[in-house]
């Protein structure tokens, strides 16, 4: 909740936005949610997050954040939890994970691991990325197929 983007989180929310052809893809949205007012969130979009493609949301007071339980309060401010969710088509939430701010969420990863909801791979798979594998996973009913992922990074706030 210190109101400062690091780099890593400046290259984060750069390499997803390099990567909306993949999510488009796999059928998914890419929204970015940010506690801070759309005032401070245009001058970021003017300045170090200038050419980011996905929609940058505001939720300048802790509702959207509050509902996925990652709304962070101390000494009267508030800010949210780095998280990466994602949703299905209803907008339940079918996955999540918390990141501190030594670390990032991967495209590549969060494209396969949509894909393995979506049942469109089966087995594990080695990221292109990284050297760590994502685990077979279940695939949802074909109602419940993966619609969005939202990334809610509670230090850029």
Known sequence: MDNKLTEMEIEEWKDFSNHMKDFKNAGASVVGVCTDSHI???????SFLQGVKFPIISDR????????????V?????????????????????????????????????????????????????SRSSNSTIPALPALPASKKVAMWIVDCGTLC
Request: aromatic fraction near 10%; charged fraction near 25%.
């Open 40 to 46: 401070s969130m245009r001058t970021w979009m003017m």
């Open 61 to 72: 007071d802790g509702d959207f954040s509050r509902a996925f339980g990652v709304l962070k």
């Open 74 to 126: 101390k000494e009267g401010h508030f800010g949210a939890a780095r998280a990466l969710v994602i949703l299905d088509k209803e907008m339940r939430m079918v996955h999540m994970s918390l990141h501190n701010e030594y670390t990032r969420s991967y495209p590549e990863q969060v494209v396969e691991l949509i894909k393995h909801f979506n049942g469109e791979l089966s087995g594990s798979t080695q």
